[in-house]
C-alpha cells in the first residue's frame, strides 16, 4: 500500500497491542482512582455533593445540590474533565402510560380502581425530585468519565447554565429545555431547538402521552408474552 | 493531549477578530441566507441560517429538527431487540455501529459477554460500517467541493463493503444483526475470503482517492486553513472521533477506553492525528482512519476463532435494574447509550448520545467569518448525518 | 458560403435567410453532440459509470428525450421575479452564442461573414453572455441566483482578459486579426524552413493555449470555476428559478458555447479547418473543412470536458487571485517574448 506523507502529518500514537491493560481487565473491589475523583470534587465543592457511587474500574456517578450544579461544571473542567460528552435529565416518574393496556391511565378511563401508584425509585448516587439533570463529562488523559446528576425540585426547574464552562452544553441546554421542561440560567440562546416554537408540552416526560402507542396498542406484546406454561425465564439463547 | 498548534490558535484569535469586527458600528446591511432545510450541502434535512456581509459568513445558525423521530422517547415502549432495529435508523450509513454500544451497555448491565467469535465478529462489522460510512464521507466531500467524479468512485467501491455486510447479516443498510449476548447468526460460507478481496478494493479505492481529490491543489487551497478549530474548542464543544483527532487530539475510544466485547486489542493499527485542525486534516484522517479500518478487519479475519456466536441468555430478556454509559468509536465519532434500566422488558431511559449532535454544535462558532464556500467545505468535513443530528 | 451562394446568385434576403437557418440550425446541433458525448457518455466512462443505455441506440438520443421533457414543462417565474427581463435573460445568453458561430470559419468560404477582425468580434461578443447571467440573477429574486449572477460577473471580467491577452500571441504571430487569415498562416508558415505540417501556433503558443483553455472553462463556468452555478454551495445560481423551456436554453447556450470556444482554440493554435499538405486554396475543403474542424473541436472539447470531470472547483476568491496575479502576467509575458520573437526573427 502505498502511503503519502504530507508535510504536516499528524504523529503518530503509539500501537495497541495485546498486552494493553484495559479498565476492565483490573476491576478491582475498591477503584482508587475513582475514589481519589470523587474525594477531590468532595473538597472543592464541600457540601455540595449530596450523593455519589461507584461502579468499581467502569465509571462515577456524583449527585450536587443545585446551587453547585455551575460549580461541579467548573470543578470537574479544572481537574481535566475537559472533554463534554452530553447533558440531559431523568424524569423518574414511573410512566402512566405503561407498555400495556392496563396501565394507570387505562384504568381511570375504564373505571377500573386504580392500581397502587409505584414509588418512585431514583438510580445510581439518589435523589430526592421527580427530575434530575444528567450530564457527563470525560478526562482524556484519565481516561475516566463522571456522570453527575442533579435535583430539581418540581416547583422551579432551574440550574445554572454550563454553557459558559462547557460551550457543547448549549445546544443540550435548549435540548433539555424543550423536552423536560426546564430552564437555564444565563443560557445565551434559550429557544427550541428540535420542536416548533409553539408546540405544547414536553415530550420526554413521562406523563407526555406517546399517541401514536396509546392509539395503536403496543404490536410488539405478542413476542414478548411469555407461552403458556412456559416461565418468563426459562427461555434459553438461540 | 498535544499542546495546541499554530494554525489552531491563530483560528482563535481570528474568532476574536471577527467578534470584534462583527459588532463594529459602519456594518454594512447584510443578508439573511437561508440554507435549507433541502440544500444539496445539507445532505438531509439541516437548514442553516446564514447571515451575510456579501459572501463572507457573520453568523450561521444550524436549526435542526426536520427529521427529528423521538427515539429517546420511543425507547421507552420498546424491549431492548426492538430497540435494537430501532437505533438502526441513526447513524444510517454506518447502521451496525449503532447497535453496538447499546448492546453493550445491555450486557453490562446483565453481566453477560458475548463469545470470542461474537466479539471478533462484531469488531469486523462494526470496521466494515466504518468503512461504508467513511468512504462514502470521501467521495461525497469531493461532490461538494465540485469534484463530482470522487462521489462516483465512492459509491462504485462502496458497493464492495456493502456486499460483504449484506452477505453475513442480510441487510445492506440496517442489519439488525447484533443481539444481546452474540450475534444472530454466524458467518456465510467463503465470507473471510470475499471479504479480504473486498478490503484490497477499499484500499486500492483510498490510494485512487489520494490521487484524485486529497492530493489536488485545489482541493487542498479549498480545505487547507478553513474552518480550523483548535483543540481546547473542540474538547469543550465534545466534538469527537476524526473530528477531534484532526485538531491534534489523540484520543479514541477504540484504543483508550475500549468497551468489553470488542476485540481492538488484537489487531494491530494506529490512531491518525493531524495538528492543524481545519477541514484538510479531518479529510485526511478520516482517509488514513478508512486504511485502518481495513487494516483491522484484514487482521481480524485472520485470526477469528471458532466456537458459538451466541451466548446463553435469556429468551425473554430482562436487563436489571442499574444505570451504564457506554460509548464506543463510532464512524462519525463518539456514540454512546446512557440506560437506564428498571428491571423490566423495557429500558426506564436511553439517553442517546450521538456524534454529529455535538459535532455540528461547533458551526456558529467555527463558521463565523468564513465564506459561503468555505462553509460548504466547514460543514462537509464536520460531517455529519441527519439522523445521527436529530435522533 | 459567400462563394457557394454567390454561384447560385440568390437575392440578399434570401442568402441572409440561409445564413440564419444554418446558424440556428447548428448551433443546438452541436449543443447536441457535446451534451451526448462529453456529459453523457465520455462522463459516465470516467466515472465508472454507464451512461444513458435506453433511448436510441446506446442512448444516443437521450439528450433529445431530455429536450423534449424540458419543452413539456410549464414555464414558472417566481413570485417577485421582475417578469419581462426574467423571461428575455435566457435569450440574451443564447443570442451571444449564436453571433459566436457569425465568425466562425469552417472552411476558407463557409463562413457566414468573414470579418478583418474576426479574433475581435469573437472574443468581444462571448462577454456578452454575462449581460443575460445578470439579468437572469436580478430578475429571479432569489438570493442564491443574485448571489451566481455577481460571481459569474466578476468571474467573466475577470478571465476576459487573460482570454485576450492569450491570442494576442497568435495575432501577433499570424499577423493579422481574421480568423481565416489564422488558418492560412499557419498552413503556410514552415518551422525553420521546414514546412512539412505546416506551422500551428500550439508549438509556439503553448502558454497562450493553456490560458486561453483556463479562461474558456472560467467563461464557461464549468468547473473548476463553476462557482456561479456552484449546485453544492448556491444551488446553479442564476439558473435555480428557471424551468423548462427557458432552462433548456441556458443548457443548449452553455454547450454551444463550448463547442465555439473549442473551435475558436482549433482555428487559433491547430490550424482550424485546414490540414497540412493541402494547399488551403483547394475545393477539397468544402467538404474536408467542416470534418477537419469538427474532429479538431473534438479534441479541444475532450481537454475542457476531462478536467471540468476531474478538478473539484475554487472559491472566487481563489479563481480572482488566478487570474489576476498568475494568469494575466503569464500572457503578458508571453506577449513580449512572441514580440520580441517576431521581430527578431
Known amino acids: 500500500m502505498r502511503t503519502k506523507i504530507w508535510p504536516s502529518v499528524g504523529r503518530v500514537s503509539q500501537l495497541s497491542s495485546a498486552d494493553t491493560e484495559t479498565l476492565e481487565e483490573a476491576a478491582p473491589a475498591i477503584d482508587e482512582a475513582r475514589e481519589a475523583v470523587l474525594a477531590e470534587i468532595t473538597a472543592r465543592l464541600g457540601e455540595g455533593v449530596v450523593g455519589s457511587h461507584i461502579r468499581p474500574g467502569d465509571d462515577l456517578w456524583i449527585r450536587v445540590d443545585r446551587a453547585n450544579w455551575v460549580a461541579a461544571a467548573e470543578a470537574a473542567k479544572a481537574m481535566g474533565y475537559r ?41 445510581y448516587a439518589g435523589g430526592e425530585t421527580r427530575f434530575q439533570l444528567l450530564a457527563r463529562v470525560y478526562s482524556i488523559s484519565a481516561g475516566m468519565g463522571i456522570t453527575f446528576k442533579c435535583d430539581l425540585p418540581d416547583d422551579d426547574l432551574t440550574a445554572g447554565t454550563w454553557s459558559n464552562v462547557y460551550a457543547g452544553a448549549n445546544w443540550h441546554e435548549r435540548e433539555a429545555r424543550e423536552m423536560f421542561g426546564f430552564s437555564f440560567d444565563g443560557h445565551p440562546n434559550m429557544i427550541n431547538l428540535y420542536l416548533p416554537a409553539d408546540f405544547v408540552g414536553h415530550p420526554l416526560r413521562k406523563d407526555f402521552p406517546l399517541l401514536a402507542r396509546r392509539v395503536r396498542p403496543w404490536p410488539g406484546i405478542v413476542d414478548v408474552e411469555p407461552m403458556p406454561g412456559v416461565a418468563d425465564e426459562e427461555g434459553e439463547g438461540e | 493531549m498535544t499542546a495546541i498548534s499554530d494554525p489552531q490558535s491563530v483560528a482563535a484569535l481570528a474568532a476574536e477578530a471577527v467578534d470584534n469586527r462583527v459588532n463594529l458600528d459602519f456594518e454594512t446591511e447584510g443578508m439573511t441566507l437561508n440554507m435549507g432545510p433541502q440544500h444539496p450541502a445539507t445532505h438531509g434535512t439541516l437548514r442553516i441560517i446564514a447571515r451575510l456581509d456579501g459572501e463572507q459568513v457573520i453568523s450561521a445558525e444550524p436549526m435542526c429538527g426536520y427529521m427529528h423521530r423521538g427515539y429517546e422517547k420511543l425507547t421507552e415502549v420498546r424491549t431492548y431487540p426492538q430497540i435494537n432495529a430501532l437505533i438502526n435508523r441513526i447513524d444510517w450509513l454506518g447502521s451496525f455501529a449503532n447497535e453496538v454500544p447499546f448492546i453493550l451497555a445491555a450486557e453490562k448491565l446483565m453481566g453477560v459477554e458475548a463469545p470470542p467469535r461474537a466479539q471478533w ?38 458497493e464492495w463493503v456493502l456486499n460483504q455486510i449484506e452477505s453475513a447479516t442480510g441487510g445492506r443498510f440496517h442489519p439488525n444483526f447484533d443481539r444481546i449476548g452474540g450475534l444472530k447468526d454466524d458467518l456465510p460460507k467463503g465470507w473471510i475470503e470475499s471479504s479480504h478481496t473486498a478490503m484490497d478494493k477499499l484500499l486500492a479505492f483510498c490510494d485512487e482517492l489520494e490521487d484524485l481529490l486529497v492530493g489536488n491543489e485545489i482541493f487542498q487551497a479549498r480545505t487547507r486553513g478553513i474552518g480550523v478549530i483548535p483543540a481546547e474548542i473542540a474538547l469543550s464543544y465534545g466534538l469527537s472521533g476524526a473530528n477531534l483527532r484532526a485538531s491534534g487530539v489523540d484520543w479514541d475510544l477504540r484504543r483508550d477506553n475500549c468497551p468489553p466485547g470488542l476485540v481492538y486489542d488484537k489487531a494491530d493499527w494506529k490512531v491518525w492525528t493531524h495538528p492543524d485542525g481545519d477541514c484538510f486534516a479531518r479529510t485526511w484522517v478520516r482517509l488514513q482512519e478508512t486504511r485502518e479500518a481495513a487494516k483491522i478487519v484484514k487482521q481480524l479475519l485472520d485470526t477469528i476463532p471458532s466456537g458459538p456466536v451466541m451466548a446463553k441468555v435469556p429468551r425473554i430478556i430482562k436487563v436489571p435494574e442499574g444505570e451504564a454509559y457506554v460509548a464506543t468509536e463510532n464512524p462519525l465519532g463518539e456514540m454512546g447509550y446512557y440506560v437506564v434500566s428498571k428491571g423490566d422488558l423495557v429500558p426506564f431511559r436511553v439517553k442517546i448520545r450521538s456524534a454529529s449532535f455535538n459535532n455540528i454544535s461547533v458551526v456558529p462558532w467555527v463558521a463565523r467569518g468564513a465564506y459561503v464556500p468555505d462553509l460548504i467545505s466547514i460543514l462537509g468535513s464536520l460531517y455529519f448525518i441527519l439522523g445521527d443530528i436529530d435522533r | 458560403m459567400t462563394l457557394l451562394l454567390a454561384s447560385f446568385a440568390p437575392p440578399y434576403w434570401l442568402s441572409t435567410l440561409i445564413k440564419v437557418l444554418v446558424v440556428s440550425a447548428v448551433v443546438p446541433t452541436t449543443a447536441l453532440i457535446l451534451g451526448m458525448v462529453f456529459l453523457f457518455k465520455i462522463m459516465s466512462w470516467m466515472q465508472s459509470r454507464l451512461g444513458p443505455q435506453e433511448a436510441g441506440p446506446r442512448g444516443t438520443l437521450q439528450l433529445l428525450a431530455d429536450g423534449v421533457k424540458f419543452l413539456q414543462k410549464e414555464d414558472i417565474a417566481p413570485n417577485g421575479a421582475d417578469l419581462w427581463v426574467f423571461k428575455v435573460a435566457p435569450l440574451v445568453v443564447l443570442m451571444s452564442t449564436l453571433l459566436l458561430y457569425v465568425a466562425l470559419p469552417a472552411s476558407m468560404h463557409l463562413v457566414v461573414a468573414d470579418l478583418d477582425v474576426g479574433v475581435f468580434f469573437v472574443l468581444a461578443i462571448s462577454s456578452l453572455s454575462v449581460i443575460g447571467v445578470l439579468m437572469a440573477g436580478w430578475s429571479s429574486a432569489s438570493k442564491y441566483s443574485l448571489m451566481g449572477a455577481l460571481r459569474a460577473a466578476g468571474q467573466l471580467i475577470a478571465y476576459e482578459l487573460p482570454m485576450v491577452l492569450a491570442v494576442i500571441g497568435v495575432v501577433i504571430q499570424a499577423g493579422t486579426m481574421s480568423l481565416n487569415g489564422i488558418v492560412v498562416a499557419q498552413n503556410e508558415s514552415a518551422i525553420f524552413g ?97 470534418i477537419v474542424l469538427f474532429a479538431k473541436v473534438m479534441i479541444v472539447a475532450f481537454i475542457i470536458f476531462w478536467v471540468r470531470f476531474t478538478y473539484p472547483r475554487f472559491r472566487e ?3 480572482q487571485s488566478l487570474a489576476w496575479k498568475v494568469l494575466i502576467p503569464l500572457a503578458l509575458v508571453n506577449i513580449v517574448v512572441t514580440a520580441v520573437l517576431k521581430v527578431v526573427l
Not at chain 1, 391511565?105 to 418512585?120: F, H, I, L, N, Y
Not at chain 2, 462489522?125 to 468512504?135: G, T
Not at chain 3, 435555480?240 to 482549433?266: C, P, W
Open chain 3, 194 to 290: 521546414w514546412s512539412g505540417i505546416g506551422y500551428p501556433y500550439i508549438l509556439t503558443q503553448f502558454l497562450g493555449f493553456f490560458i486561453f483553455i483556463a479562461a474558456v472553462q472560467a467563461e464557461l463556468t464549468q468547473p473548476p470555476f463553476d462557482m456561479p452555478v456552484a449546485e453544492s454551495e448556491i444551488v446553479s445560481g442564476y439558473q435555480v428559478e428557471y424551468t423548462g423551456f427557458r432552462f433548456l436554453i441556458f443548457f443548449l447556450a452553455e454547450f454551444a458555447t463550448a463547442f465555439a470556444f473549442a473551435a475558436i482554440a482549433a482555428v487559433l493554435f491547430l490550424g482550424g479547418w485546414a490540414v497540412p499538405w493541402l494547399p488551403v486554396s483547394s475545393d477539397w475543403y468544402y467538404v474536408l473543412g467542416p
Open chain 2, 121 to 158: 465478529i462484531r469488531t469486523i462489522l462494526f470496521e466494515m460500517s466504518r468503512i461504508a460510512n467513511i468512504s462514502l464521507f470521501l467521495g461525497d466531500f469531493g461532490l461538494q467541493l465540485g469534484g463530482m467524479t470522487a462521489g462516483f468512485y465512492a459509491f462504485r467501491d462502496r
Open chain 3, 317 to 319: 476568491d481563489q479563481l
Open chain 1, 83 to 123: 472533554f463534554f460528552d452530553f447533558l440531559s435529565a431523568i424524569d423518574w416518574l414511573p410512566s402512566p402510560f405503561g407498555r400495556d393496556m392496563d396501565s394507570q391511565e387505562d384504568r381511570v378511563v375504564s373505571g377500573t380502581p386504580a392500581k397502587e401508584p409505584e414509588a418512585m425509585v431514583q438510580g
